[in-house]
């Protein structure tokens, strides 16, 4: 009984046989290091904006990643069907490194938004990569945990990062938290070319991915993003950029017989529901946590490790949250997706009240904390519904139009924090970020009621977000009553 059970059920450890360990490793590693750098800049962003006197740019430097690896997915995710997943390895690679390369030599920050979506365009390669080989090269038993595996690593990433860049930002320095990277990549190289080198390009006549839909999807995302953080003359030319590329996006969906968010063709519907449920609460998190770090920083004089602890711990309890989620959806999503939206709205209040009650820096820790334990209760059930929606056959597209949107939703929620700081602090105030000591000159000119202001606009815009979130799925028909069929590795 047993030898029979583990030949239908193999585990985790049929990963590391010799026939599979390399391209197991290499799709973990391309997964994990993308998603790391996702989230490592986070604390390091203020001492970044700070040396290189840019903090009018942190918004932009922040959602390039973000946006840039939404358009690198399809890309060469094609790339991989017709070339073979060794040189979209490479070339996804080599980008990811110019990138690194390039964010640590930076002069300036107008250079360190461009390493960043350099970065981000070859991390979209790298996941496009590491997802397709499991999907592809693993034996279908074991596909499931491949893909366990790789929910783990952004888990992981998601938890390392933030620690990782205060720890580079308190030591070795800021331009190690680019560098990093290249000796991981060196590292990643043999292993990549023993699991990809000798597989095939896929047969002339599978189906052609849709590329133009998610590269359209991505150039409305960055132009959003730069919209919402200029001024001058720029913001009525980029304004018109960002209705043509949402037009030129909306015809392509409607047209294109492969649609980036096919559940958008049915407004009323529970995927439709899922997917904008996803961008509303990819744009609520992002607003949340976008300038929580430099507020600490520069507005309470909280050292570089403080701030990369409250992403970190906020990161654990986001990742509990998901893990507990996944095991009680069998019991109904409708109550999962309640608590989550509440939780999140406590969590995002009591931010706000720490700020308005000038309380001491734990309240933050635990604000934090409750509003990432309501994005972990939601993501799972958005994930699952979107999955119980989707025609048979079509579960793929189902679950990275998920993924899409909250990218879309993440580039978004950093371009309106970025406009809520903006429209709330004096250009003084910009200026003093850049000081040696931008907290003790923020201080001297009574300037920490500005900081305060900001972050309060940039938490209830997160408010209003994650309301809309939950008018959107809450009401949507069958909600109340159906329960999930399909089970998830989260």
């Known amino acids: 009984m047993p030898a029979a059970r583990t030949a239908t059920s193999p585990g985790y450890l049929a990963l590391l046989s010799p026939k599979l360990r390399a391209t197991s490793f290499t799709s973990i590693m391309a997964v994990f290091i993308g998603s790391l750098d996702t989230l490592i800049i986070g604390a390091a962003l203020p001492t970044i ?10 918004a932009i430097a922040l959602g390039a990643y973000l946006v840039a690896s939404l358009i690198g997915m399809p890309l060469f995710g094609a790339m991989t069907d017709q070339s073979g997943p060794w040189r979209a390895f490479l070339v996804a690679g080599s980008i990811f490194a110019a990138g690194a390369l390039l964010g640590g030599v930076a002069p300036s920050m107008p250079v360190l938004v461009i390493a960043r979506a350099t970065q981000g365009f070859g991390a979209g390669g790298l996941f496009a990569v590491g997802y397709g080989a499991i ?87 960055a132009a959003a993003l730069v919209t919402l953080n200029s001024r001058g003359i720029w913001t009525l030319p980029l304004v018109l950029l960002t209705a043509i590329a949402a037009i030129l996006f909306t015809w392509e969906e409607r047209t294109s017989d492969r649609p980036v968010v096919a559940a958008l063709r049915r407004p009323a519907s529970l995927g439709a529901g899922a997917v904008i449920a996803s961008c509303l609460t990819g744009t609520a998190m992002v607003s949340v946590q976008a300038y929580l770090p430099l507020f600490l920083q520069a507005g309470r004089g909280a050292p570089v490790i403080v701030a990369g602890g409250i992403l970190a711990t906020g990161s654990v309890v986001w990742t509990a949250g998901s893990m507990v989620s996944a095991r009680l959806i069998a019991h109904g999503t409708r109550w999962l997706l309640a608590a989550g939206h509440v939780s999140f709205a406590i ?17 933050f820790y635990l604000g934090y904390m409750v509003a990432g334990l309501g994005i972990g209760l939601v993501t799972p059930s958005l994930f699952t519904i979107g999955l119980r929606d989707a025609a048979r056959g079509s579960e793929g597209s189902a679950t990275a139009a998920v993924q899409a949107l909250r990218a879309l939703g993440g580039g978004l929620g950093a371009g309106i924090a970025g406009l809520a700081f903006r429209l709330s602090v004096p250009q003084q105030l910009f200026d003093l970020l850049s000081d040696a000591d931008p907290a003790a000159a923020i201080r001297g000119q009574g ?35 159906q329960a999930p069929t399909v089970g998830m590795a989260l």
């Open 347 to 363: 969590g995002c209040s009591s931010l706000i009240g720490a700020i308005a009650l000038h309380l001491p820096l734990a309240y």
């Open 135 to 221: 999907g592809r090269q693993l034996p279908a038993p074991l596909q499931p945990h491949g893909f366990g595996l790789l929910s783990a690593t952004w888990g992981a990433s998601s938890i390392l990062g933030p620690a990782v860049g205060a720890a580079f930002i308190a030591t070795i320095g800021w331009r190690w938290v680019f560098w990093f990277n290249l000796p991981v990549m060196v590292i990643i190289l043999p292993a990549a070319r023993a699991a990809y080198s000798g597989v095939r390009a896929a047969p002339r006549s599978v189906a052609t991915t849709n590329v133009r839909g998610p590269v359209m999807l991505g150039l409305m995302a």
């Open 447 to 481: 300037l920490v009621g500005f900081m305060d202001t900001a972050l309060v606009a940039c938490w209830l815009a997160s408010l209003v977000a994650i309301a809309l979130s939950a008018f959107v799925v809450l009401r949507l028909p069958g909600i109340r009553s």
């Open 49 to 58: 904006s700070q040396r290189l006197h840019g903090a009018e740019l942190y």
